[in-house]
């Protein structure tokens, strides 16, 4: 199963991104979207999985907080701040986050700490990022993509 995993897009789906979830079977955002309009274009693609961010009030007041998901036989917990992470990570094995804008791929205490960064408007000089990932029988595989900064 192909992953695209993406965070902090704020209002902002730019071509690279567009053109990478073409080749998704599910998208999993960690928050901060922006507008419904964006939402809308994610599920022309694939199935999304997607948290409400800091930035989601009003119009996302109906996203949930955290999301816990099985694919590719992976157990995935979703959170916008990962300091918001439920207290309970029983049988999670990747957790996704967003809110820093930074790129995160580490291991720590049996679970895989993803976050992609943002690829949506650049903000506070850090580079314009997401992830590609291979989920299957259990096993996980995952890419940096780095996106260009020139937004046409």
Same mark, same amino acid.
């Given at each position: 199963m192909?992953?695209?995993? +993406? %965070?902090?897009?704020? /209002?902002l789906? &730019?071509?690279?991104?567009?053109?990478? +979830? =073409?080749?998704?079977?599910?998208?999993?955002?960690? /928050?901060?979207?922006?507008? *419904?309009?964006?939402?809308?274009?994610?599920?022309?693609?694939?199935?999304?999985?997607?948290?409400?961010?800091?930035?989601? =009030?009003? $119009? /996302?007041?109906?996203?949930?907080?955290?999301?816990?998901?099985t694919?590719? @036989?992976?157990?995935?917990?979703?959170?916008?701040?990962? =300091?918001?992470?439920?207290?309970? +990570? %029983?049988?999670?094995?990747?957790?996704?986050?967003?809110? !820093?804008?930074?790129?995160?791929?580490?291991?720590? !205490?049996?679970?895989? $700490?993803?976050? *992609?960064? %943002?690829?949506? *408007?650049?903000?506070?000089?850090?580079?314009?990022?997401?992830?590609?990932?291979?989920? !299957?029988? @259990?096993?996980? &595989?995952?890419? =940096?993509? %780095?996106? !260009?900064?020139?937004?046409?």
């Open positions: 192909k992953l695209a995993i +993406l %965070s902090d897009t704020h /209002g789906l &730019r071509p690279e991104v567009l053109e990478q +979830l =073409k080749a998704a079977d599910a998208i999993l955002h960690a /928050g901060d979207i922006n507008c *419904p309009a964006i939402v809308d274009t994610l599920r022309r693609y694939a199935p999304l999985y997607i948290v409400r961010g800091n930035n989601d =009030k009003g $119009w /996302g007041a109906d996203l949930p907080h955290d999301l816990t998901i694919l590719g @036989g992976i157990t995935f917990c979703l959170v916008h701040n990962k =300091k918001e992470l439920p207290t309970d +990570l %029983s049988g999670v094995e990747v957790v996704v986050f967003g809110h !820093s804008h930074k790129y995160v791929q580490e291991e720590k !205490s049996g679970i895989l $700490w993803l976050n *992609p960064g %943002s690829c949506g *408007p650049r903000r506070f000089h850090q580079e314009i990022t997401m992830m590609a990932a291979e989920a !299957s029988n @259990g096993t996980i &595989r995952v890419e =940096k993509i %780095s996106i !260009s900064h020139e937004v046409p």
